[in-house]
C-alpha cells in the first residue's frame, strides 16, 4: 500500500504540473506532499511490524496508518478532479504524462456524458431543485480508478517504483 501511495504522489504531481489553475496546483501539490509523508510513514511502520513481530500495539498503529494514507489518497483525487475541471495545459512527450492526460479526459468524458444526461432527464421538483431519490452520483476519479481490472499478472511481488514502472500501471 505504500508504494501504491508513491503512485498516487506521482499522478498528483503530474497534474499538478500541468494544471491552468494556480489554486488548484498548489492544493493537489500540497495534497501528494501530505501522502507522501503518510506512504513514507506506513513504508516504515511495516518494516519495523514486519521485524518485531505480532503485537497489538504495531497492529493498531499500522491500521491507523493505512486509514491516513486512504484519507490522503482520497484528498489527492478529490484535488485532482477539480484540478481537471479548471483546465489542464498540454501533456509533454514523456509516457507517463500523456498516460494520466488520457486517465484524466476519460474521467472528464464521463462527467460531461453523466452531466448531459441529467439535463436531459431532468428529476426537479415545482421549486427547481433536483430530487434526490433515483439520481445518480456524479463519476468521480475513485470510480474510475475502482473500475479498472487489476492486473496482478504485471505486478511483482515486490514492485521497484523507479525501474520503468508508470503511474497508471498499477491498480491505484
Given at each position: ?13 503530474i ?10 496546483s ?58 481537471c475541471?479548471?483546465?489542464l ?10 498516460e ?32 434526490t ?30 525501474k ?9
Amino acid at each position: 500500500m505504500a508504494s501504491d501511495g508513491q503512485v498516487v504522489v506521482k499522478f498528483g504531481n503530474i497534474l499538478a504540473k500541468h494544471c491552468l489553475d494556480r489554486r488548484c496546483s498548489t492544493e493537489l501539490l500540497r495534497a501528494a506532499e501530505h501522502t507522501q509523508s503518510v506512504s513514507s510513514q506506513l513504508g516504515i511502520v511495516a518494516r519495523v511490524k514486519a521485524v518485531t513481530g505480532e503485537s497489538k500495539a504495531s497492529s493498531e498503529l499500522l491500521l491507523s496508518n493505512v486509514q491516513n494514507l486512504i484519507r490522503a489518497v482520497q484528498h489527492v483525487l478529490r484535488a485532482a478532479e477539480a484540478a481537471c475541471v479548471k483546465g489542464l495545459g498540454q501533456a509533454s512527450a514523456d509516457p507517463e504524462e500523456e498516460e494520466v492526460a488520457a486517465f484524466c479526459q476519460q474521467w472528464r468524458k464521463n462527467l460531461t456524458q453523466h452531466r448531459a444526461k441529467e439535463a436531459l432527464n431532468s428529476d426537479r421538483d415545482e421549486l427547481g431543485l433536483r430530487k434526490t431519490r433515483g439520481a445518480k452520483a456524479e463519476p468521480t476519479l475513485m470510480s474510475l480508478v475502482q473500475e479498472q481490472p487489476p492486473r496482478s499478472r504485471d505486478i511483482p511481488k515486490h514492485p521497484n517504483p523507479r525501474k520503468g514502472r508508470t503511474v497508471m500501471d498499477r491498480h491505484l
